[in-house]
């Protein structure tokens, strides 16, 4: 049976291999030695993250996206995307966060002025916190260029498709059915008031819809669209406009890049480049920005990276809709060591067992808290690893540790947070 991915459920996604095959994800294979979640495999997949190496490489411009929903407290697995962003603004991208004040609205009843203040106080400060430099952080409902292009959007997407992506069924309400699109629109926003260019949106594994929903979308508005088997290139115009001006915006620029337009069929508005070897990157960039002079609302399909899901305490996705099993950042210290303290584990039933057996740290939350957040060496994660499998490290003392961990954790955050209150203005718009 399908495995569904639901951006708004709080089920663990079970077979990631079974995930990227149905959803046509390709596997994460770069080494990203500087990143903690590249080199603990904690990236389960990415769609075309090939351009966003490439722009790093060569020092170009590109973006980061991601939005927040401010519908409670801001959770240990929601900091994995931020670390992302703070990662990704230090390699060169152009920064946008959109709080998504509207969906929280209209998916979970939210007043906007309340969830105004949940985004400041539960999610900006522990980013700001964390390390995030200034970037374009926005409100939906305030933000009118996103909005208008939500609408705009609207006109390449049927409620057909929708249903195939998120399984919507009939009673559902239209506002909820706009939520995606307007996401979308946040998405390809920092293109469309800008210019073509590599946008990265790391996401949790079960965010990848909103990613499909926005690439096709891309897709359909883009005039030019091209096809690489390796060899050759296939460029088609669509459209019904007349499509010379498009072909000369594609021979000039291939003339430019030093190659040569074989075959062009006028009939099926199509030109071919043969011989061609290595990344596309280049030619995709310049027709884009030469195509944008033509058609205002073009794009770059957008890359992610996609993150496996954290394990609540208590099993299943850790999700602020089931708080005993989530730790918040902005959580109690002595709080979170009762939590941990009640987590499940991958022990043994007893405690001779373990000694004799070994535990199993990989199926176990407390192991996780190591990997994702405690553990700042792969050294220290070692040997959590190989004395849990050994035997010689049992779950009582596993957990006080993982609890002091994280209670020395988040008591530097909430000092980070006060000490960074100042500092809110100028990350939002007009500074209010
Ligand atoms: S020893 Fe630690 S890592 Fe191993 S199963 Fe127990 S709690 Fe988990």
Redesign the pocket.
């Known amino acids: 049976m399908e495995e569904r991915q639901d951006p708004w459920s709080s089920s663990q996604i079970k077979d990631y291999q079974k995930m990227r095959e149905e959803f046509g994800i390709d596997s994460f294979n770069y080494v990203l030695e500087d990143n903690l979640m590249a080199r603990r495999s904690l990236f389960v997949g990415q769609r075309d993250f090939w351009r966003i190496r490439e722009a790093i490489e060569r020092k170009d411009k590109f973006a980061a996206m991601t939005g927040l929903m401010p519908s409670g407290e801001m959770h240990l697995g929601s900091k994995a995307i931020i670390e992302q962003m703070i990662y990704f603004q230090k390699k060169g991208a152009q920064v946008h966060i959109s709080v998504a004040d509207l969906e929280s609205y209209a998916t979970r009843n939210i007043p906007l002025e309340k969830a105004r203040t949940i985004a400041i106080e539960n999610f900006l400060l522990n980013y700001i916190a964390m390390g995030l430099k200034r970037c374009n952080f926005y409100f939906q409902s305030t933000n009118a260029r996103v909005q208008k292009f939500a609408f705009i959007l609207a006109r390449e997407i049927n409620f057909t498709e929708m249903r195939s992506i998120y399984g919507f069924d009939d009673s559902k309400r239209m506002l909820e059915i706009n939520s995606p699109i307007i996401q979308a629109s946040d998405i390809l926003s920092p293109q469309i008031y800008d210019e073509p260019m590599p946008t990265i949106v790391p996401v949790g594994a079960d965010q990848d819809p909103h990613l499909r929903l926005t690439r096709d979308i891309s897709s359909r508005m883009n005039i030019i669209k091209s096809k690489t088997n390796g060899k050759s290139i296939t460029f088609s115009i669509g459209g019904r406009e007349d499509p010379e001006p498009y072909f000369n915006i594609i021979r000039d620029v291939i003339k430019d890049s030093g190659f040569e337009i074989g075959k062009i069929n006028q009939k099926y508005r199509t030109a071919e480049v043969e011989n061609f070897e290595g990344s596309t990157y280049d030619l995709d960039l310049k027709i884009a920005r030469k195509e944008r002079e033509l058609n205002h609302i073009n794009s770059i399909a957008p890359s992610s990276v996609i993150m496996r899901l954290e394990t609540g305490i208590r099993g299943g996705k850790m999700s602020k809709s089931v708080p005993d099993s989530t730790i918040s950042l902005n959580e109690e210290p002595d709080q979170a060591e009762k939590k941990i303290r009640r ?1 499940v ?3 043994r039933e007893s405690v001779e067992e ?1 000694k004799r057996l ?4 990989y ?5 996780e808290l ?1 990997l994702y957040h405690l553990s700042s060496t792969d050294i220290d994660l070692k040997n ?2 190989e ?3 050994s035997g010689t ?3 009582g ?3 006080i540790e ?1 609890s002091d961990l994280m209670s020395h954790f988040l008591s530097d955050l909430k000092e980070k947070r006060e000490s960074s209150r100042h500092l809110v203005g100028e990350y939002l718009e007009n500074g209010k």
Not at 358 to 361: A, L
Not at 363 to 367: A, D, H, T
């Open positions: 987590a584990t991958g022990g373990q070994g535990g199993n740290p199926i176990c939350p407390v192991f190591y959590v690893e004395e849990c499998k490290r049992l779950c003392g596993c957990k993982a």
